[in-house]
T-cell receptor, first 109, second 115 residues
Framework: GQQVMQIPQYQHVQEGEDFTTYCNSSTTLSNIQWYKQRPGGHPVFLIQLVKSGEVKKQKRLTFQFGEAKKNSSLHITATQTTDVGTYFC?????????FGQGTELSVKP | DTAVSQTPKYLVTQMGNDKSIKCEQNLGHDTMYWYKQDSKKFLKIMFSYNNKELIINETVPNRFSPKSPDKAHLNLHINSLELGDSAVYFC??????????????FGPGTRLTVL
């Protein structure tokens, strides 16, 4: 079936280091959404990217949508302990929203 | 005011029992969903309702029966609970089902443990 693949599954960083998670689809996505789930919490919408090559920033977070609209990335600059959680991408390879497996980020102070 | 609420937050029950989870949204959204999140945090859609009409039913065992009395409510009833049903169940809503308008607003989740 249609899948949205996300890597890595886990990432452990030292506070202050950068972090990136990648999302890939075998088919073109009409748009991609990113969510963050804090430990014990629920997924919370962060952003949606629609245009080919689009780049959006939210403070230390940078979101990119690939030129072919098949991949996306989330980059966090200078991680803080408040960044811990699982980051999910979710895309539309055709008709319905499909979530990636998520990347669990832990930050060591 | 909580936008998407679920009850109960925790549910511990024996194998073979029947249980229900309730969900309500006060966002005025047209579409509601049920997701299952397993121990590896994988989020899998189970059902989607648009204005009380079932739209998505993702190969879920027929022991799971959703019911939407109105577009603000989507309940999930589970018959004959099995060990593998243990998971966190999230309710979500979105303004509409169409691509680009389906930003998901999740409820706090219901942690179901089947013993």
């Amino acid at each position: 079936g249609q899948q949205v693949m996300q890597i890595p599954q886990y990432q452990h960083v030292q506070e202050g280091e950068d972090f990136t998670t990648y999302c890939n689809s075998s088919t073109t996505l009409s748009n991609i959404q990113w969510y963050k789930q804090r430990p014990g919490g629920h997924p919370v919408f962060l952003i949606q990217l629609v245009k080919s090559g689009e780049v959006k920033k939210q403070k230390r977070l940078t979101f990119q949508f690939g030129e072919a609209k098949k991949n996306s990335s989330l980059h966090i600059t200078a991680t803080q302990t408040t960044d811990v959680g699982t980051y999910f991408c979710a895309g539309h390879p055709g008709g319905k929203l499909i979530f990636g497996q998520g990347t669990e980020l832990s930050v060591k102070p | 005011d909580t936008a998407v609420s679920q009850t109960p937050k925790y549910l511990v029950t024996q194998m073979g029992n029947d249980k229900s989870i309730k969900c309500e949204q006060n966002l005025g959204h047209d579409t509601m969903y049920w997701y299952k999140q397993d121990s590896k945090k994988f989020l899998k859609i189970m059902f989607s309702y648009n204005n009380k009409e079932l739209i998505i039913n993702e190969t879920v065992p027929n022991r799971f029966s959703p019911k939407s009395p109105d577009k603000a409510h989507l309940n999930l009833h589970i018959n004959s609970l099995e060990l593998g049903d243990s998971a966190v169940y999230f309710c979500a809503s979105s303004p509409r089902l169409a691509e680009g308008t389906d930003t998901q607003y999740f409820g706090p989740g219901t942690r179901l443990t089947v013993l």
